[in-house]
């Protein structure tokens, strides 16, 4: 997994890089949690989505954001860091011109990042949103969502407990031609310990069924 630098609005930023065979070949943007709370690239869920693509082809990117690791910069709220994976799909866009699909992925504080990318770049046509703290930060911006995607969480989540992340998806599956794919991993907290396996899976499934047309699972628990 190569490591890249490219430019960000706020100087370097370092990231790991997976080409695709493909000319086609779809691509995929990681984001990581909180960045003042521990989160960087390497961050095991991050890492487990990270080979989920890249052993589907994808050309995919994880990166950190400004002020971690060898990026430069230093935390701006959010507002900065939404700013950073812009730059990232940039890069990505850039050396893959034709992609037949178009993934972001996120965790946590990346999924709230994730989320907002969403809003602002309509050539996005998939996400994967793992644990988003929908108690802590606002998603009202999703109004409506742009395209069908993935949430999966864990019902013993401490520190975003589950039926925050419920009243969200109810708001979002109201939404005419929107499918969220709500997935509830039993007995997982909020960084999967124990059960990184579960979630692996699920993201698995759903990434097949969107490349390939395959029907999904539609678990909406699993152990």
């Known amino acids: 997994m190569p490591e890249v630098l490219f430019a960000g609005p706020a100087g370097r930023l370092e990231g790991r890089y997976k080409q695709g065979k493909s000319p086609t070949a779809p691509i995929a943007i990681i984001l990581h949690p909180h960045p003042q709370h521990g989160g960087t690239m390497n961050n095991k869920v991050c890492y487990a989505m990270y080979n989920i693509f890249a052993e589907r082809d994808f050309s995919v990117m994880r990166f950190n954001f400004r002020g971690v690791g060898r990026s430069q910069g ?14 990232a799909m940039d890069w990505l866009l850039q050396h893959n011109k034709n992609p037949r699909s178009i993934f972001v992925a996120g965790f946590s504080f990346g999924a709230w ?82 059960h990184l396996n579960q979630l692996n899976d699920e993201v698995a499934d759903y990434v097949d069924a969107v490349l390939y047309q395959l029907p999904l699972q539609q678990q909406m628990m699993v152990g």
């Open 74 to 87: 230093r935390y701006d709220r959010g507002e900065g860091e939404l700013s950073d994976a812009a730059a």
């Open 113 to 194: 990042i994730g989320m907002q990318l969403l809003m602002r770049r309509p050539e996005i046509d998939s996400f994967i949103s793992i644990a988003p703290p929908a108690n802590m930060l606002d998603f009202t911006f999703l109004a409506p969502c742009p395209t069908s995607g993935l949430i999966v969480h864990g019902d013993q989540d401490e520190i975003v407990p589950e039926m925050h992340v419920g009243k969200l998806i109810n708001k979002l599956t109201h939404q005419r031609d929107i499918n969220i794919d709500y997935r509830i991993i039993k007995g997982g907290d909020h960084f999967f310990n124990n």
